[in-house]
């Protein structure tokens, strides 16, 4: 085995002392090369790869700098090897081996794969691919973007409702994704004054592609369904609710401004400022409007965590309550004897309020559930268990800090 490691070791060192040290091209300097060599190399081992891999990269070029070596020495070294082939031919990023120019691509931020778009038309359909830009959604609006949304992204796109986007879909996509770089640079403040003014390449983009979609949300001009936490502003008449709403992002501040369904008579209600702590992707694909069919009630258990349609009439939509299921009254609460899960009756409790409030406790029948309710206390609909353990903590993180009346 040793043996082994040493006929290795001295091969390597053979192949290493054997490769032509090869000048820096103009285009590239020596920190980004290093950052393109730790970016594939962490990607892919130098020992996993196939010898005909291998031979398709065309490493020509091995750099170890001494530790001793300043960084200032580095750059005048490199600066004269640049000087040493101006005259020659040059390189683009274009000539990166397929894979390495896949990794760095991969690592851009949207910001990035923007800005590389508008460099040529390669570089832009590289940078448009849908699955360069699924990470990114998955990762900014995953959690609150679920699919009511999507579905009014593509009924928003089919329609015509916004026909002046849709008819020049190509070139404002593209004033979009303009914007979105611009926002990003230190001249930000003055975009709005110089859009108007502002002369820039068409680029295409596929109103139907991922890319086409995050700029939509980035930008604000879309409004997407979703629900928010604790609604108006944590108003105490939503304490530990979750309401339907249209939301649009406001990169400024990176919050969203909410527009909340009307209340019988009441006009639309809209919050400003929601952070984007307080949304979430619709949990059940229900109306706000409608009753939820309930699938779990023969499931539930007292100490199990519940999410209840409550609306306070019928004019009214449906918003989403946290409660948790309690024990009949004939019940002393010690698990060995309890039977309440054998029992048609269902006891709600909402410990947020006050022991005697009208809005503890509310029984519900298994067997026949449908909206109960009256004028006075609301009406209660279909109920959801929560199971989730990420769901449960974000109720808790919402819990008051004193019990309400």
């Not at 460099?119 to 691919?129: E, F, I, K, P, W």
């Not at 909410?258 to 702590?277: M, N």
Request: charge should be neutral.
């Amino acid at each position: 085995m040793l043996l082994y490691l040493i006929i290795i070791c001295f091969s390597l060192i053979l192949f290493l002392n054997c490769l032509a040290l090869k000048p820096l091209p103009p285009w590239a300097r020596p920190t980004e090369l290093r950052l393109l060599s730790l970016c594939f190399w962490k990607e892919i081992s130098f020992f996993s790869i196939p010898s005909s891999l291998k031979n398709s990269l065309n490493i020509t070029t091995i750099i170890i700098p001494s530790p001793k070596l300043s960084f200032k020495h580095m750059m005048s070294t490199s600066n004269d090897r640049v000087e040493e082939v101006s005259g020659g031919a040059e390189m683009s990023v274009l000539d990166l081996p397929e894979l390495v120019l896949e990794c760095i691509l991969e690592k851009l931020p949207p910001s990035g794969l923007c800005n590389m778009a508008a460099v040529c038309s390669s570089l832009r359909d590289r940078c448009m691919s849908d699955h360069l830009w699924e990470k990114h959604m998955k990762q900014k609006w995953g959690r609150i973007v679920g699919p009511a949304a999507y579905r009014e992204w593509q009924w928003h796109l089919a329609s015509g409702k916004d026909s002046t986007h849709l008819k020049q879909g190509k070139q404002r996509l593209w004033m979009k994704l303009f914007s979105f770089v611009r926002s990003f640079s230190w001249v930000r403040s003055k975009v709005h004054d110089t859009s108007k003014q502002t002369t820039t390449t068409r680029l295409p983009v596929d109103s139907n592609s991922i890319m086409s979609w995050y700029l939509a949300l980035e930008t604000g001009r879309f409004w997407f369904p979703a629900q928010v936490y604790n609604r108006e502003n944590g108003h105490v008449g939503f304490i530990l609710s979750c309401y339907d709403a249209e939301l649009s992002y406001d990169q400024s501040t990176d919050t969203f401004q909410a527009r909340y369904p009307p209340h019988g008579r009441r006009p639309i209600a809209i919050e400003c400022g929601v952070p984007r702590e307080r949304l979430r992707a619709a949990a059940v694909d229900t109306s706000p409007h409608d009753l939820h069919i309930s699938d779990c009630l023969n499931d539930l258990h007292p100490g199990d965590h519940i999410e209840i349609q409550w609306r306070r009439n019928k004019e009214f939509p449906y918003g989403w309550w946290y409660g948790v299921v309690g024990h009949l009254e004939s019940c002393d609460g010690n698990e060995n004897f309890c039977h309440c899960h054998n029992s048609e009756t269902l006891i709600l409790e909402f410990n947020q309020y006050t022991p005697g409030s009208r809005w503890r406790k509310t029984t519900i029948n298994r067997k026949d559930h449908r909206e109960e309710g009256n004028e006075a206390d609301g009406f209660y609909g279909g109920i959801r268990k929560v199971n989730n353990e990420e769901e449960i903590k974000m109720w808790k993180r919402l819990w008051p800090v004193e019990v309400l009346e």
